[in-house]
């Protein structure tokens, strides 16, 4: 910004000296990131409010604090194998940690899947995201990534906590570590099936409201209303003569009842929610239930933000 001298004769004849500067904006001579780099600034900027980074104290207490619990049963679970040496069976194990910690990861995106699209819509900011190098359609991938990426992290701490004690707390630890390692590729698959299912289907029914409150109530009746009649179907296929074929696909109702079946599956153990027949259907099914739950909620939220602040 340069300044020039200027001179001017006031009524009375006296002179007053000033400067005139040009405040006009430069021309950008850098390097220009397009739209992988907004996408990219997008899902950082979005990974790192999942967990109440750069926000008010209070902000990072809910995540941080979930995440906390969530990692408390895999501490306990290395604690019992290090004290009882391997006498007593431990409950918390590879297969049945989706089912142990199901809720908390449900609590993780219903209350930060409203974090990440309410604000946008309460400030009415979406317009300026769309009208620059971001496509309508890379915001909420975008989204589903950060806040997928946040519950994987979640839900693989744990269980990477498991594997750690199991292995270092061995009297052989290399004999343990070939033991655990064939569990490594179901733990990964699994913990990212649910990030990326749960994620999306939080951030589909978030999309509809601005309101925190409403959006998080929304989740929570997704999740646990579908749950809810997922049993009642069971229950009534049991009290028809004979039991009914029908009642065994109950578990697709619910998501996450579907995601423990795949769980199950991927690890070749039994469901624990026997009392849904979840026993009864063929790991494939599981793994069809999921994707379609999946690619539905991603289906809505592509249509939702195709039509939103447009």
Known sequence: MT???????????????????????????????????????????????????????????????????????????????????????????????????????????????????????????????????????????????????????????????????????SSDPVGALADNLPSVPPIVLSSLAAAVVMSAIALAVASFTPRRAYATAGIFALFYISLAVSGVVAAMSREVAGGSAWGDYAPLVAPTAALEGLTAWLFGSTPSGEEFGLFALAGPIYLAATAVWGVGAVIVLAWRYRRIAA
């Open 3 to 169: 300044g020039q001298f200027a001179e001017r004769t006031t009524a009375a004849g006296e002179t007053q000296t000033g400067s005139i500067y040009d405040l006009g904006y430069q021309h950008y001579e850098g390097r220009r990131l397009g739209r992988s780099g907004a996408f990219t600034a997008l899902y950082v900027d979005s990974l790192r409010a999942s967990f109440g980074l750069g926000r008010p104290g209070r902000a990072k207490i809910v995540p941080i604090g979930l995440a906390v619990i969530a990692l408390l049963p895999a501490v306990i679970a290395v604690a019992v194998e290090a004290v009882a040496g391997g006498v007593i069976e431990n409950p918390i194990r590879y297969d049945n940690y989706f089912a142990t910690v199901v809720q908390i990861l449900v609590l993780f995106v219903a209350g930060q899947a409203p974090e990440l699209l309410g604000r946008d819509q309460r400030h009415h900011v979406l317009p300026l995201y769309f009208s620059r190098a971001l496509d309508r359609l890379d915001y909420p991938a975008a989204k589903v990534a950060a806040l997928g990426t946040a519950l994987f992290v979640v839900s693989i701490l744990p269980q990477a906590a498991i594997f750690l004690g199991r292995v270092l707390g």
